[in-house]
C-alpha cells in the first residue's frame, strides 16, 4: 500500500519554514552560502500577517504544510526575481484563486449538464 502525503497537513514550525524557502539566486554574484540562508522567520510573520499565507496556529506557534512552502516559494519568486511588491502578490494571488473559483463552478456546470442529458436521454 502506498503512503500518499497530505499536502496540506501543517508539519514544519516556523524555523523550518524559513530554512525551506530560500530566497532565489537572482544573480550569479550569490555565493553558495548566501543561497543557503534561510529567509528571516520575521518575514514569514508578516506573510502571515499580510494574509498572503496561512499557516495553522496552535498557540503562539505556527505551523505550515507543504503548500504552504509552495506558496512562500512563490511569494519569495514574485518578490525577489521579478519585483512585485507585496500589494501585487496580494492581486495575483486573489486572481489566481479567482480563476480556481471559475473552474470549479464550469467543472459542475459540465457534470450539471452531462447529468441531465443522460436523464433525458433514458427517459
Given at each position: ?102 473552474e470549479a463552478m ?18
Amino acid at each position: 500500500m502506498a503512503f500518499i502525503k497530505d499536502r496540506d497537513e501543517p508539519i514544519y514550525t516556523i524555523s523550518i519554514a524559513a530554512k525551506l524557502v530560500r530566497p532565489p539566486s537572482r544573480t550569479a554574484a550569490h555565493t553558495a552560502e548566501e543561497a543557503e540562508k534561510p529567509i528571516h522567520a520575521q518575514t514569514l510573520r508578516m506573510y502571515d500577517k499580510l494574509g498572503l499565507v496561512k499557516p495553522r496556529k496552535v498557540g503562539k506557534n505556527r505551523f505550515y504544510s507543504d503548500r504552504d512552502i509552495e506558496r512562500l516559494q512563490q511569494i519569495q519568486h514574485f518578490t525577489q526575481d521579478i519585483g512585485i511588491n507585496l500589494a501585487g502578490v496580494a492581486y495575483i494571488f486573489a486572481l489566481l484563486e479567482q480563476v480556481d473559483e471559475t473552474e470549479a463552478m464550469l467543472l459542475r456546470a459540465e457534470a450539471r449538464i452531462r447529468e441531465l442529458a443522460s436523464g433525458e436521454s433514458e427517459e
